[in-house]
């Protein structure tokens, strides 16, 4: 399947998730048959004014392809600046957070704010499809609460804007991420516009992401914590079950961060991921206090390798 000219790898993509969406994880993805990955969201103000921060967020793989960048703003001569002084060349794709329900982000007007300002969010839209060839796209939660549920207006506001497509992720962004994502509603979003409509919530198996096109007529699915410790989730969904190594895998994740980030930086940063990647293990708590409490690659390459030795 195809966003405008860009073609996908596979209807089922990656979902931007600030703190995890590292070039590490995204190459990763993306060799385990990922359709799309995105970037977590940057700043355009930030890139804007050259933030380190914003900056080391676009590291990416040449292998990671195809690949978006996600962008939050509330200003569209911002966006427009960002994208013609060409910070974004390096992908393919360029895709607009409206969706993220965290409070310091919806204060100043941006993220999920936007689906109560669709004057706005057009405008931004705008602002990057007439600064790009490139197709635009916009990620956007069902409505701000249940009283005020705008998926169906705001996905024709995007495609009247220019949007190539759009994700939906099928909660408000009161409910942030209680309850269960409502399909209904995203099922409504893909008969209401021409452009691919892609599905986003609660999908973690082969079985349900399938389901999802089947019964809702999306063109994809999003997958974000489904493919946290999983990278190779994207594989099964296409049915390839290969035998995956998962400390090779764990490695990897080390070894691309490591071209681009300090040592230090990397260890404490994939912390995280390990909870994720040895939470099925036998004794996962156990291995989890040592791993996050060691400085030492070393050591916990070899912890990885005994949690994992312990299984087989
Ligand atoms: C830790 C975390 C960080 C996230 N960061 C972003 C982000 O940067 N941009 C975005 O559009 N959505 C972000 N999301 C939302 C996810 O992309 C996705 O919409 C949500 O998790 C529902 O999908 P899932 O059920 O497959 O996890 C984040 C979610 C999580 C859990």
Redesign the pocket.
């Known amino acids: 399947m195809k966003i405008k000219n860009i073609e996908l790898k596979s209807p089922y993509i990656l979902?931007?998730?600030?703190?995890?969406?590292d070039v590490g994880f995204r190459a990763l993805c993306s060799q385990f048959d990922c359709g799309l990955t995105t970037t977590?969201?940057v700043s355009a103000k930030g890139l804007f004014y050259g933030g380190e921060g914003s900056v080391a967020l676009l590291a990416h793989e040449k292998t990671e392809s195809p690949r978006a960048v996600?962008l939050f703003s509330n200003e569209p001569d911002v966006v427009e600046k960002v994208i013609c002084d060409g910070f974004l060349d390096d992908f393919d794709i360029i895709d607009f957070?409206m969706?993220?329900p965290m409070p310091k982000i919806v204060k100043e007007g941006m993220g999920s704010a936007l689906l109560k300002d669709p004057i706005l969010a057009s405008k931004i839209i705008k602002a990057a499809v007439k600064s790009t060839k490139k197709p635009v796209t916009v990620?956007f939660r069902i409505g701000y609460d249940l009283n005020h549920v705008v998926a169906t207006d705001f996905a024709k506001m995007c495609e009247d804007s220019g949007a190539s497509a759009v994700c939906v992720?099928g909660r408000t962004k009161t409910q942030l991420?209680t309850g269960n994502?409502n399909w209904d509603i995203i099922g409504d979003v893909a008969n209401a516009v021409k452009i691919p409509v892609f599905g986003?919530?609660?999908?973690t198996t082969k079985q349900q992401a399938e389901k999802a096109i089947k019964d809702f007529g999306v063109k994809g699915v999003?997958?974000?914590?489904?493919a946290l410790g999983k990278p190779w989730i994207f594989s099964e969904f296409l049915g390839k079950n290969e035998n995956i190594n998962i400390p090779e895998v764990i490695f990897e994740h080390f070894r691309i961060l490591e071209k681009y980030f300090p040592e230090k930086l990397v260890i404490l940063h994939m912390r995280k991921h390990l909870g994720s990647y040895i939470k099925d293990v036998k004794g996962a708590k156990i291995f989890r206090h040592k791993i996050v409490t060691s400085q030492d690659k070393n050591e916990i390459f070899d912890l990885i390798l005994q949690a994992f030795e312990k299984n087989t």
Do not use: L, T, W
């Open positions: 979902a931007p998730m600030a703190g995890f969406s977590e969201m996600q957070n969706g993220c990620k992720h991420y994502a986003n919530g609660d999908i999003a997958v974000a914590r489904g």
